[in-house]
């Protein structure tokens, strides 16, 4: 089109010149970091994202009893840059993470549905079903254990397991390091992060990727409204629901501890295996302790409704039923032939079914994806991001790989 006269060809050329670089500004602006901090959090002098919430005004756990509404949060992970969240925030969409660039954190753990993946085993490499589910990872930041069975203590920990386990995203330290080395807008955006160094290291990859994680928050759901004195925030089921849950005969805030829902221990309640595999021995393995045998972590409830099938082998596909669990007896799934040693918490409550529904509509109200992160439209890879349709994901992603290889 550009071969009619010389001034003509001259103009074509200028437009075209000036397309060119519209496009590589725009590919560059694609993956510019931001430079200010996630809503929630403000940023210091020294550049680095300190959270702010209500619950910072209140004073220890201790002497508010169990279930009391006004309690401070345990310790927390902060003080990142907004150029380590934002880079984690891209290194968790993109699937190059992977060894064959299939899947991405966000396969497993997808925000539209609050950070889990709806199964009730994970799905991972080349569609190896894994044993557990996948668990919601909003405010991981006030964690000190992590997965189910509690094998990790940070998230640095945590992050090198899905990398390179053969079952998950099968990649290895030595290839992962060496596609984001040969990525020339990775190594700009580390080079903007973190201290030169000549290459990019793993550390720097799970510190991003921590920093991107210690930035889910969901603590301003109606439940937190409420909680901070703004009694119309909950309507009388949901107010009676509460009651109930943090009651002496329910006993769920014993575990399920306000303000997180979780008390971060470890609770032997004896949930079964599904389809009659073989008992998950949990934090037994971990901790060497018989006592913990078929213990996992107490789950965080806050944006329970997003996060189905229920319990670390997904064995409940709504609330009612997990509830429902609670008032069966204790230890009434027990597998025969194993002894479990069920926590002293879990007994027979003998709640009536409109109390259960109460806790379940009061489960409702700890929804809050306010702080839900954007997916970025583009990665330095050029792969697809996770989007809610996993296996057109995976199938597209491998015809761009194959023909890449064919290049
Ligand atoms: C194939 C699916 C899959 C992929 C991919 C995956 N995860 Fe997970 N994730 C899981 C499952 C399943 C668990 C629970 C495993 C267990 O407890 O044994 C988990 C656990 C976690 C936990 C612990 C949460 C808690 O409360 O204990 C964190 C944090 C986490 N993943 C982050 C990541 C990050 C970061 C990536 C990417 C580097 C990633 N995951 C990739 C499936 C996946
Ligand atoms: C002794 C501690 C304890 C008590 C008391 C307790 N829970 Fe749990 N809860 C747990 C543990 C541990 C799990 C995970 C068990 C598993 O997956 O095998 C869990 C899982 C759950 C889940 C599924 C979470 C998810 O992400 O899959 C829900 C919902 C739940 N509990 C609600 C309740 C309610 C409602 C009560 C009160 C009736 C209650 N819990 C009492 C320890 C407790």
Redesign the pocket.
């Known amino acids: 089109m550009c071969r009619l006269t010389v001034v003509a060809s001259w103009l074509c050329a200028a437009v075209l010149s000036m397309l060119f670089f519209q496009v590589k500004a725009e590919a560059l602006s694609a993956f510019m970091l931001s430079d200010s901090c996630p809503p929630g959090f403000e940023l210091t002098a020294k550049n680095q994202c300190r959270l702010v919430n209500f619950y910072q005004l209140y004073d220890s756990v201790q002497g508010r009893g169990v279930g009391g509404t006004q309690t401070s949060l345990p310790k927390h992970r902060d003080g990142f840059s907004p150029q380590q969240i934002d880079l984690g925030r891209i290194l968790f969409f993109d699937p190059a993470l992977s060894k064959d660039g299939s899947m991405s954190c966000a396969s497993c753990h997808q925000p539209d549905k609050g950070f889990?993946d709806g199964l009730g085993r994970s799905k991972g490499f080349d569609g190896r079903q894994l044993t557990?589910?996948a668990?919601?990872l909003w405010n991981v930041a006030f964690l000190d254990k992590f997965y189910?069975d509690a094998r990790a203590s940070t998230l640095e920990e945590q992050a090198v397991g899905p990398l390179f386990d053969a079952n998950e995203m099968a990649n290895s330290p030595e290839q992962l390091l060496e596609t984001l080395n040969g990525n020339s807008a990775y190594l700009t955006l580390f080079k903007q992060t973190y201290p030169l160094r000549s290459q990019i290291d793993l550390d720097q990859v799970v510190s991003a990727l921590t920093a991107f994680q210690s930035s889910l928050i969901s603590l301003n759901s109606r439940y937190d409204r409420y909680a901070h004195g703004y009694h119309e925030a909950l309507n009388k089921n949901e107010i009676a629901g509460l009651n109930?849950?943090r009651s002496f005969v329910?006993?769920?805030?014993?575990?399920?501890q306000p303000p997180l829902f979780?008390?971060n221990?470890?609770?032997?309640?004896?949930?079964p295996e599904k389809d009659g595999r073989p008992l998950?021995i949990?934090a037994q393995k971990t901790y060497q302790a018989a006592k913990l045998r078929?213990?996992?972590?107490?789950?965080?409830?806050r944006n329970?409704v997003k996060?189905?099938?229920?319990?670390?082998?997904?064995?409940?596909d709504d609330?009612r039923e997990?509830?429902g669990?609670?008032?069966k007896g204790r230890g009434h799934a027990i597998p025969e032939g194993e002894t479990l040693q069920?926590?002293?918490?879990?007994w027979e409550?003998n709640?009536t079914e409109h109390e259960?529904d109460l806790?379940?509509e009061f489960?409702g109200t700890l929804t809050d994806e306010a702080f839900t992160p954007k997916v970025p439209e583009t990665v330095p890879s050029g792969l697809s991001p996770v989007d809610d349709n996993y296996q057109k994901l995976h199938k597209n992603n491998n015809q761009k790989l194959l023909s890449r290889a064919g290049d």
Not at 265 to 271: C, E, P
Not at 308 to 314: D, F, I, S
Not at 342 to 346: A, C, E, F, L, S
């Open positions: 889990s557990r589910s668990p919601s189910w109930v849950f329910a006993r769920c805030a014993e575990c399920h979780t008390n221990q470890i609770a032997v309640i004896g949930v998950d949990g078929g213990g996992f972590k107490v789950p965080t409830l329970i996060t189905k099938p229920y319990m670390h082998a997904g064995n409940f609330l997990t509830v669990f609670y008032n069920i926590h002293w918490h879990i409550p709640l259960m806790i379940v489960l």
